[in-house]
């Protein structure tokens, strides 16, 4: 078996260039095809009927009026009699229709009586939470240089060695922060349009798991997962919210067999976003102990959270943040309430974590007068990974481009112009990545035809392209030569887009599965021109014998002498197993600039430097979209979004486009993104980079607040009404 | 207000375009402002009045201009224009974001202004011209498409369609927008992966290729 | 969305016999950018909709040495390009701060004066106003109302160049079936009689008094009954008359202000000798304050006149249990309203 | 020598086996189950988002909330399995 490697750095005439993506013009134009625009002849269309009440038990459906609205095909209830619901937004019944006005009519006419339970949706505090009975038996979760003697107790001996530590230390920070429950808000919302041909299920699913998904289908529909073909050329974004087939998912295809026609079923806006995941508050109250310089010695946190109906809230394994002090005691206390589910969010745990504890470190920066940038950089010894040289030159790098230095003043003791303050504030982040498990198809027609087939997906991160990139490049063929097939359970499976794993995953897959195909077709080239097959390199549309240019074949030549067969090949990636192919494991240093109106409370974004390392790069303009990406969804929960719950009812009270507040074009400032790439980096091979960027901006931007204003805005986002309150001017 | 506040309006003024002068005069004592309403209003003197045709609710034809060809769709008064382009015409460029039309997401020109297909209902449309991201397609696409792909101003894509007909709008009207202008002005379409920077980038690049049009 | 009938009549004689008088039977569709939302939500299920945006005499910009008349389907990007709104600063800055080129394209003036309540727990379905109150009163209420907030009315008047145009001293046209005598001569054949024998009628009133605060269920937030429409609106000419509009906006997207201000000064020999301020996205209505126009009457405009006007504006707030922030934010908006009209900096973003 | 010392919930966690039925995002991607704890491979966190593949929801056919910890021996739905 071939060694697999990527070319040498400089060599490439794909790998680590900027490509267009292949299916940007569709896109664009509007002609790629997403799930929700699947529309074969007679489609149903279906909608979902939410529970406007947030806790209750049913006490009846009738759905006979329902039945009756003309164009209503079918009405299927979701719940039964004595069902309790535990948020709202949760799914009562379904209506298929012939147009949308009579499926949402339909779902108006049915009748549910409800028997009202006591709600409880409030998340922020703790106490409130403990008072209703609503908390989980505490976490928690301690680390000291110091041992206690053979019959101490143990948790005496903590708090008192905790409270020496603190005594011990040159300043103490005490300080409360906290980060909002935010959504998905996927442009497409959750859903799909299921069809059967017979006992056959197609399902044209909005999904970041096409090869997981048919499974999925078919245990509660009582098929087999080999009945099932789940397609999804393009989906309208997942960021962690759509690995599941889903009750919805399968009630489509189930109003689908019983009406016999093809029925379309996306997930209200509201509904979705009560229903359809979300990611998890997290709250904490910190004490801190520094050395005069800013070093961290201990550190003592209580945290508490909400996932929703089942408790959760932020893993306490990521508190503090990267930086993991000898000296630590944190407890995490999980609060359950009456709110959708949480799912995966971009880079799980990992942005509420950054902003919940880098901004206590910058408080012990405040505190002691010195400037954030020091206090990261001398803390750097305790980071939990073993990227601290990574950091420091990414810092260096980050305060280049950041002008750092130049504008860097003391929290709070900048030059006011009118009611214009700004500030400086940063955050650094670290994430796993990897491959993901991934199988591949690549066929060499004997025409020269070139194909790979996988059930892989692509988010929006390029994934197309980037399989194309890797085929193409090691043919030597120019990109649009490589036909990249996925988005069908039918190719053979690649896992899941979730945590950074695709392009790594993919990656492999097709590296192995082109190297073992040129080293095949080769051999025949090589017999033909009488040269060993070794020397044989692929390039510009050619194999040539290394050295020897007219000792070649054009790649339509090399491809005929297959013969009459096309040549199949796989490639095959096990997540975990060692290979030069890919690794795992980033930092990244993130900077925010910012702007903030005392008299209004507004925060402006005023300059945004994020400087990453992810490995190898495979599509220099795809990375970069990623980390402005990234980038951009950080400024939102850091400045705008975040789900409001009624206190009293436990009802979303946001849950529209038009009350969800986002950024818009005009408040994202100016984003500086750095590939952070030393050879070292390349080398590495692919890594991944979807979660990372993500996590840093609450850390930075609230930090920049903090610098600007001088005073803590403890939770984000970092509304008016949050920064009036902190200012004492509300 | 009560309908005996309201002074009937006199036939003559109707039909000079439903502004009567003496009521204004006597509701508003600025006789002024009266005769700007007259002088404004559209003259349809010689049309005999006659009553308006109610429909629905149930389907009726529905013609109108789309993409340059004339089509006629069966559609319930209720039917949005979005659902009708997208379910019935297989044109599906525009994308179901937003019930109220906050996304940008199913912009479409009616009679060459952008609007929200999501929030126009398609017997609006009646007699009108609807074009849609899909004349910006084809072999030869659009400067702006072109611009879109090769600053990778997208992600998943969804808001695409709706950003790329917005930025065109816009550029049609300010050809020569600087980036200030340009961040100013596309504020209409929402991204939830982030592709603002992109856009911004794609929209100046057409500004200064020239080959805005 | 319910099913409903549809007509669009293309003049206005046509409209008497296509409105029912029944409350929420018949909606009068203009830009349709609030109507239709509401409408898939079933927030608002009429029987009836009536698109009037097919109707030539209201459309269109017209003006004269004494003001300028707006047809009420006159669609904003219109006002906006319209050299004759150029004297109006107030309006044109409220318009632009739509930061949404399809809602200015689409949507229409008349409609933008008449788009519903503002307010979550209402577009949620909890219904006005009388319930809507109590679950606003406990519930979350930070973008409510400060202001004409003791009824059971709590959300804020969502229009947001009414301020501007109440401050201006706007005027608008109402048409509706009408009772009694026509006041110029007797009905010709073919006159504008509908069919259940209702003549049309019409009345031209301020805008200020255009906007009520419902104080039982089935009052609207218009004086504008179910089978009345408005048609024009009109803004007199003063060329003393300075004028501004000033949100506070967090974002640059179309999102609403979480406060606003317009304010229209005449401004003689550097001193303000009349003043109009009127508070947008605090009150259930535009919100005029007599108390800031007072204090800013007899004064040159400066930043410290100002941030007195806007003081006295806020001095009788009353604001609810989550929104107090908000006080402070319509100080600001009052105060840089007035800064802006007067053409000075006004200090913030 | 560095004391350490976890709260018994917290190492309790993951002893019992897990439902046949269990799934979450962890598992896709990872190939193994993954109901919230550091994965050992890359330092990545899951998110505790676990569903069940019989009700594709996060409630199981017993209408209780699905989560690896409750989804054990003992639970009327339970299925024995090879995860």
Known sequence: ?730 | MNRDQLARIAVGDDERGGVSRRAFIKGSGAAAAATAIAQGAIVMADEAPTSTAVVGPEATAITMTVNGRQRTVSAEPRATLLEVLRTQLDLTGAKPVSSDGSSGASTVWLDEKPVSASTTLAIECEGKSVRTVETLGGVKPDPVVSAFAAHDAMQCGFCTPGFVVAVRAFLDKNPTASEDEIRAGLNGNLCRCGTYANVIAAALDVVKGGSNG | ?349 | ?83
Not at chain 1, 59 to 70: H, Y
Not at chain 1, 106 to 130: P, S
Request: glycine share 10%; hydrophobic share 40%.
């Open chain 3, 1 to 349: 969305m319910k099913a409903f009938e549809y007509a669009a009549p293309r003049r206005e004689s046509e409209l008497a016999g296509l409105f029912s008088g029944r409350p929420g039977a018949t909606a009068v569709l203009a830009g349709g950018t609030d109507l239709v939302g509401l409408m898939k939500k079933m927030i608002v299920a009429p029987d009836r909709v009536v698109n009037i945006k097919e109707i030539a005499s209201l459309y269109g910009i017209s003006a004269d040495s004494a003001g300028v008349t707006v047809g009420a389907v006159t669609r904003l990007d219109e006002m906006l390009d319209s050299a004759d709104l150029d004297a109006f600063p107030a309006v044109k800055q409220a318009i632009r701060g739509i930061n949404s080129m399809q809602l200015q394209s689409q949507g229409t003036i008349g409609g933008e004066l008449c788009q519903r309540p503002r307010c979550w727990y209402f577009r949620n379905g909890c219904g006005l106003p009388t319930e809507l109150g109590r679950m606003v009163e406990r519930g979350d209420n930070r973008y409510h109302a400060i202001f004409g907030n003791r009824g059971p009315a709590k959300y804020v008047s969502a229009s947001r160049i009414a301020p501007a145009l109440v401050a201006l001293g706007a005027s608008v046209r109402i048409v509706g079936p009408a009772s009694g005598e026509a006041v110029e001569g007797p009905p010709k054949n073919g006159a504008p009689v509908a069919q259940d024998g209702n003549a049309l009628g019409e009345a031209i009133m301020p805008l200020a008094d255009f906007f009520v605060t419902p104080r039982a269920p089935h009052q609207g937030e218009t004086v504008l009954d179910p089978d009345q429409i408005v048609t024009h609106i009109h803004i007199p000419r003063d060329e003393q008359i300075a004028s501004a509009t000033y949100e506070v906006r967090q974002s640059e997207g179309p999102e609403y202000p979480l406060a606003a201000a317009a304010a229209a000064l005449r401004i003689e020999a550097g001193v303000v000798t009349e003043a109009r301020i009127v508070l947008g996205q605090v009150a259930p209505v535009p919100w005029v304050s007599e108390a800031a126009a007072a204090a800013i009457v007899g004064q040159a405009v400066t930043p410290e006149s100002a941030r007195a006007a806007g003081e006295a504006a806020v001095a009788r707030a009353t604001p609810l249990s989550q929104n107090r922030y908000k006080v402070q934010l319509a100080r600001v908006s009052v105060e840089r309203a007035i800064l802006q009209a007067a053409g000075l900096e006004t200090g913030g973003f």
């Open chain 4, 1 to 83: 020598m560095v004391y350490r010392r976890d709260s018994e919930e917290q190492t309790r966690s993951s002893v019992a086996p897990a439902c046949a039925l269990l799934r979450s995002k962890g598992m896709y991607v990872t190939g193994r189950l993954n109901p919230g704890e550091d994965d050992p491979l890359t330092g990545e966190v899951g998110d505790g988002h676990c569903w069940c593949n019989k009700t594709q929801n996060v409630l199981g056919p017993d209408d209780a909330l699905v989560e690896r910890g409750r989804c054990v021996p003992g639970r009327d739905c339970y299925q024995p399995g090879v995860v």
């Open chain 1, 1 to 730: 078996m071939a060694e697999y490697s990527w070319p040498r750095r400089g060599t490439t005439s794909l790998i680590d260039t900027e490509q267009t993506r292949i299916d940007g013009v569709a896109k664009a134009s509007g002609a790629a095809k997403y799930s929700c625009d699947i529309n074969p002849k007679g489609t149903l269309v279906a909608r979902a009927m939410g529970c406007p009440h947030a806790h209750c038990k049913i006490k009846s459906i009738d759905i006979s009026l329902a039945k009756d609205v003309p164009g209503v095909v079918l009405v299927s209830p979701a719940k039964a009699i004595g069902d309790e619901i535990q948020w709202q937004g949760d799914i009562i019944a379904y209506v298929a229709a012939e147009t949308e006005g009579a499926a949402a009519e339909g779902v108006a006419a049915i009748t549910v009586e409800y028997e009202m339970l006591d709600v409880f949706v409030d998340d922020q505090h703790l106490a409130a939470a403990e008072a209703a009975d609503r908390t989980g038996k505490p976490l928690s979760n301690v680390q000291l240089v110091n041992e206690p003697g053979d019959d101490e107790d143990e948790e005496a001996f903590e708090e008192a060695e905790i409270q020496r530590l603190l005594e011990a230390s040159d300043v103490v920070v005490e300080g409360n922060y906290g980060i909002n429950v935010i959504t998905h808000m996927c442009m497409e919302p959750h859903g799909s349009t299921c069809e059967w041909n017979g006992d056959q299920l197609t399902a044209h699913l909005s999904t970041q798991n096409v090869s997981g998904t048919a499974g999925q289908f078919a245990d509660p529909l009582g098929i087999t997962a080999s009945d099932v073909t789940v397609h999804c050329d393009f989906i309208g974004g997942g960021f962690g919210s759509k690995f599941a087939a889903d009750s919805w998912g399968v009630a489509c295809a189930e109003l689908a067999r019983q009406t016999g026609r093809p029925v379309r079923l996306m997930l209200d806006r509201d509904i979705e976003l009560k229903t359809a995941g979300n990611r998890p508050s997290g709250f904490i109250k910190v004490k801190i102990g520094a050395d005069k310089n800013g070093v961290v010695q201990v550190w003592d946190s209580q945290q508490w959270g909400t996932s929703g109906a089942s408790g959760g809230g932020v893993s306490q394994g990521v508190v503090p943040y990267v930086f993991d002090p000898e000296n630590r005691r944190r407890t995490a206390t999980s609060i359950a309430t009456n709110a959708g589910p949480q799912r995966a969010w971009r880079a799980p745990n990992h942005p509420q974590a950054a902003a919940i504890t880098h901004t206590a470190y910058d408080d012990v920066a405040a505190a002691l007068g010195i400037d954030s940038y020091d206090v990261f950089l001398r803390n750097l010894d305790s980071v939990s990974n073993d990227k601290a040289d990574v950091y420091r030159a990414q810092m260096e790098r980050a305060a280049e481009l950041m002008q750092w230095k130049s504008k860097w003043h003391a929290h709070g003791k900048g030059e006011k112009k009118g009611s214009v303050v700004t500030g400086l504030g940063m955050g650094i982040h670290t994430w796993g990545g990897g491959g993901h498990n991934s199988t591949c198809r690549i066929t060499i027609h004997p025409d020269g035809g070139v194909e790979t087939a996988l059930g892989s997906q692509d988010l929006g991160t390029g994934t197309r392209t980037v399989i194309g990139i890797v085929v193409a490049e090691t043919f030597g063929l120019p990109l649009d030569a490589v036909n990249v097939k996925i988005g069908s359970s039918s190719y053979p499976a690649s896992g899941p887009s979730g945590g950074s794993t695709t392009v790594a995953g993919v990656s492999e897959s097709n590296r192995r599965a082109a190297q073992d195909a040129l080293a095949q077709l080769n051999e025949l080239v090589a017999a033909k021109l009488g040269v060993g097959a070794a020397d044989l390199v692929a390039k510009e549309g050619r194999i040539q014998a290394s050295g020897d240019a007219s000792k070649s074949l054009s790649w339509k030549e090399a491809c005929a002498l297959l013969g009459m067969t096309p040549l199949e090949v796989n490639g095959e990636f096990r997540r975990g197993e060692p290979s030069s192919l890919s690794s795992s494991q980033v930092a990244g240093v993130q900077m925010a600039e910012v702007a903030v109106d005392l008299d209004t409370g507004i925060v402006k974004p005023l300059k945004f430097v994020a400087v990453q390392d992810m490995g190898l790069i495979i599509n220099r303009k795809t990375a970069a979209s990623q980390i402005y990406g990234a980038v951009i969804m950080g400024i939102a929960y850091s400045i705008f979004e975040e789900r409001i719950m009624d206190l009293q009812t436990g009802a979303f009270l946001n849950a529209e486009l038009a009350d969800y507040r986002l950024p818009r074009l005009g408040d994202i400032g100016e984003i500086v993104v750095d590939l952070w790439e030393p050879d070292s980096e390349y080398e590495r091979g692919v890594v991944g980079l979807g979660e990372p960027p993500v996590i840093s901006p609450g850390a930075a931007i609230s930090n920049a607040v903090a610098n600007a204003t001088g005073v803590r805005v403890p939770v984000l986002p970092l509304t008016p009404q949050r920064v009036l309150d902190a200012l004492g001017s509300a």
